[in-house]
């Protein structure tokens, strides 16, 4: 058996849900080696994502110069790790793990990955969350059971809470959160079909209001949600004027929400909010589904050229995109609302 590190370098650099991905693991750890330090590289841009972790002693900031890249190096040298996790698994990350008295890698199964996507060769090498902790298998960390966390700051969570409540009022009715946006065009959720869920949602539910989340590059699908609900009161177009944070604390706010294969469902999924997830050129078999949390996953299993891609395309190679337009509303609907009724609060 290895003995137990003092010090410990994590890296995942990117990319978002990616990095959130990694909370779990990084829960089993503290709670395994609760002395042990525990560092973590990554970019700026999910830094807020474990920054908070009560896992996490010191986070580094992987930078874009090459001088900053060797100070960096050099630094983290310094501090004399017992263990080097990389978890991302590229040529980027590869050259920190010398860095290390030993060091273990993430697998990332691309060949296989690559049979399963264009042949449909079997692929099921569990969730990713899983996998990070499997890493350290040889150092017999158990796993704790821990779902995703993400830890809000309490200054943020007033001054969300706030802006949400001036919208909300004291009306006590079931808010739902829309995230409708995906950087890839193939697992997006058809606009119509989101705007005609929400009004069956709210035919069943006449208090019923939702907020559209996202990022400011999805700031056009959330308007053109927006148009179909005039209304204020009804629907808060609230894409683009959200941080990370914000954003998190808003769902955690919401009764459940509806989200594609994209960073917030993982959001939702840290929140313990339950989600509707759509999947469409991606499948829950290259390990990014919802984890250990209330989720509904919609998807057509019948079609042969799932999945077309582990990350998603610019558009459908075969023109006909029937992996989201299969997935009509009028089939879903029942299915979708009584997984909120039996997950929510609604019951």
């Not at 698994?89 to 993430?106: E, M, Q």
């Not at 995906?182 to 949602?201: C, E, G, Q, W």
């Not at 009804?234 to 894409?239: C, G, I, Q």
Request: proline share 8%; with cysteine.
């Amino acid at each position: 058996m290895n003995e137990t590190p003092r010090k410990i370098l994590i890296i995942r650099l990117s990319s978002l849900g990616d990095v959130l991905l990694t909370s779990s693991a990084l829960s089993s750890i503290h709670q395994f080696w609760p002395d042990c330090e525990i560092h973590f590289l990554t970019k700026k841009p999910t830094i807020p994502l474990i920054q908070f972790h009560p896992a996490v002693s010191k986070i580094w900031q992987y930078p874009t110069g090459k001088d900053e890249l060797d100070r960096l190096k050099s630094d983290l040298k310094k501090e004399n790790f017992d263990l080097v996790a990389d978890w991302q698994g590229n040529f980027r990350s590869l050259p920190f793990r010398k860095l290390g008295k030993k060091s273990v890698s993430f697998p990332k199964h691309r060949f296989k990955r690559w049979l399963y996507i264009k042949f449909k060769r079997p692929f099921n090498p569990g969730p990713v969350p899983e996998r990070y902790l499997q890493t350290l298998k040889d150092f017999q960390v158990p796993d704790s059971g821990a779902g995703l966390s993400l830890i809000i700051p309490k200054t943020i969570e007033i001054d969300t809470e706030k802006r949400f409540l001036q919208w909300r009022g004291s009306e006590k009715s079931p808010i739902y959160f829309i995230a409708a946006g995906a950087k890839h065009a193939t697992k997006r959720y058809p606009v119509s079909f989101f705007i005609d869920i929400m009004n069956m949602l709210a035919e069943m539910q006449p208090s019923a209001r939702f907020i559209l989340l996202g990022g400011p590059d999805e700031l056009d699908t959330a308007n053109q949600i927006k148009k179909s609900f005039p209304d204020n009161q009804r629907v808060w177009n609230a894409a683009g004027g959200f941080s990370l944070l914000e954003s998190a604390e808003i769902i955690r706010l919401c009764t459940a929400g509806f989200s594609n294969d994209s960073f917030l469902m993982h959001v939702a999924t840290a929140m313990q909010i339950p989600v509707v997830a759509f999947f469409g050129s991606t499948t829950p078999a290259l390990g990014f589904a919802p984890f250990r949390s209330p989720a509904l996953i919609v998807e057509d299993k019948t079609l042969t050229c799932r999945p077309c891609s582990h990350i998603g395309r610019d558009s459908c190679p075969l023109q006909h995109f029937n992996c989201m337009n299969n997935l009509q509303p009028e089939l879903w609907f029942p299915v979708i609302y009584q997984f909120l009724l039996s997950s929510s609060e609604l019951k």
